[in-house]
Each structure stands twice: as C-alpha cells, then as structure tokens.
C-alpha cells in the first residue's frame, strides 16, 4: 500500500504509512449537531475527524468556533481532528469571511490546541506562507489542497498541484476532483501513481462522485494516504459509509502487496 518516504504520525495514526486511514467528516450548522456528530461518528472509529467548519453558521464567531473544537477534541478523545474551511469556489457553503479573517480564526482554532491538522487552498497561494508559518508555530500539520467540483484536469496538472503544495511547505498534498469520464477516473489514479514515486509528502487524492467512488476504495494502491468516508452525513459526492469502506480496504489490503 501507500508509503511515503514523509509519513505523517498525529497522535497514535501514521498517514502515509500501509494502511490507509478513514477520516469521516463532521457537518453540523451548531454546536449542539457538531458535538453529536463527532460523538456518533466517534463511536465508528475513524482514524480522522474533519471538521468542516464552513458549514458552521456561528464561523465567524472565532471565540465560538474554539470553543466547540475544544469540546469536539474532548469527545474524539485520541482521534486527530482535521480542521477545514472551504471556500464556496471549491465546493464549501457560502461564508463570507476574507482570507485575513480565516487566518485569525486559524490562530485562535490552532492555538486552542484541539485540532492537528489544518486544511488550507493552494488556490490563496499569497496567504500560504502565513498559513504554513501559524500551523508550524502551533505543532499543526498542514494539508494544502486543491479541488474541483467541475471537471478534472490532466493528469500533469493533477501532478503539479500536488507538487506545490509539497513546494509551499504542506505536510500533506491533497487533490478532490469530479470527472466526467472513466478516463478522468483514471487520470485521477495514474497522477497520485507518478506523484507517489516524484513526491516525498503522503498524498490524499480522489475523484468524486459515483464514477470516482472506486477511487475511495483502491486509492490506497496508488498512493493516497487517507479516503473521506460517510460517519453521519456526508460532505462530498460519492462518499461511501464508513462500514463499508473499512470491509473493503481490509479484503484489499489481506490480498494486495
Ligand atoms: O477535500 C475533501 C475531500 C472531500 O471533498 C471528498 O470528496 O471526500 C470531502 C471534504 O470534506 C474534504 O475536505
């Protein structure tokens, strides 16, 4: 399976080590749904929690954000909580705060010391630097990541994406992306394949949708380090539930070398 020559450990969970990991995203608009959703998904074992705060209505409330990651981090206990923002233009709800408003709320969410791992655009390429600068400061792990809900595309480009956030710093490289064919699903795997032998960093990689589940399965064998899966809600197109995607991967990684 996936070795990176850089895996990452956050807590007691090695990404981009030979077993890929399982991260379940959390969804709720309030804290009340947060911190149920982390406890129901909790109970699933994940080897990540997502908090997508995008889809938090108080987002720009940096006190109550800290606040609720600070109880999410008491319930998840041991679990690694990934901490995201994301932009409307990637596929996130629309919110309307300002780059230098989200790296404020990075610094109070990073400094409140209930997250490990905090997910950020290659898109705002000139706010990086700080980004990666705060996350540093704080022991959090940087994933940079690039996505696209409409179409997918070369697999060169694929490459490069995930080559610039390995230039700008990340800790992690990540690539979402939609296609519109069976060769795009394709197209998605043989990149994450050529970044896995070029790149040093784990990469998390797959194509969306009911065309690219298969990517949330057998994304392992060529690299990606961790596959999104349905604890409570989902928070992307072809999302499989948790359950089953642990029963595949462990019939994939029983017989594949
Ligand atoms: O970037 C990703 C991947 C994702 O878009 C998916 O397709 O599973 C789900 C998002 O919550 C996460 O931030």
């Not at 947060?34 to 705060?53: D, F, M, N």
């Not at 919110?95 to 990073?110: G, Y």
């Not at 939609?178 to 970044?195: F, Y």
């Not at 998390?204 to 949708?209: A, E, F, Q, R, V």
């Amino acid at each position: 399976m996936a070795i990176s020559k850089r895996a990452v450990r956050v807590r007691n969970v090695l990404i981009g080590g030979d077993e890929p990991c399982i991260c379940a995203p959390v969804v709720g608009a309030d804290a009340g749904q947060v911190l149920e959703e982390t406890r129901q998904i909790s109970a699933k074992k994940p080897h990540l929690i997502e908090w997508r705060a995008d889809f938090f209505q108080a987002i720009h409330d940096e006190q109550q954000v800290a606040a609720t990651a600070r109880e999410m981090r008491a319930i998840a206990g041991d679990i690694p909580i990934l901490f995201t923002v994301r932009s409307e233009l990637e596929g996130g709800r629309p919110i309307s705060l300002t780059e230098e408003e989200k790296l404020r709320l990075f610094e109070t969410v990073c400094q409140s010391g209930a997250i490990d791992l905090l997910d950020y655009e290659l898109a705002h390429e000139p706010y990086v630097p700080a980004v990666r600068q705060l996350t540093r400061c704080y022991g959090v792990r940087l994933v940079l990541s690039y996505h696209n809900f409409d179409c997918t595309p070369s697999k060169e480009e694929l490459v490069a994406k995930m080559r610039q956030a390995e230039q700008h710093g990340a800790d992690i490289a990540k690539v979402a992306v939609m296609p519109t064919s069976r060769q795009d699903v394709l197209a998605l795997l043989q990149a994450t394949e050529e970044a896995r032998q070029g790149l040093e960093i784990p990469l998390i990689t797959m194509s969306m949708g009911g065309l690219g589940a298969i990517t949330r399965l057998v994304g392992g064998l060529f690299g990606s380090a961790v596959t999104f899966a349905v604890g409570q809600q989902s928070s992307a197109p072809g999302q499989i539930p948790i359950e089953e995607v642990r029963d595949v991967l462990s019939v994939i990684m029983k017989y594949s070398q």
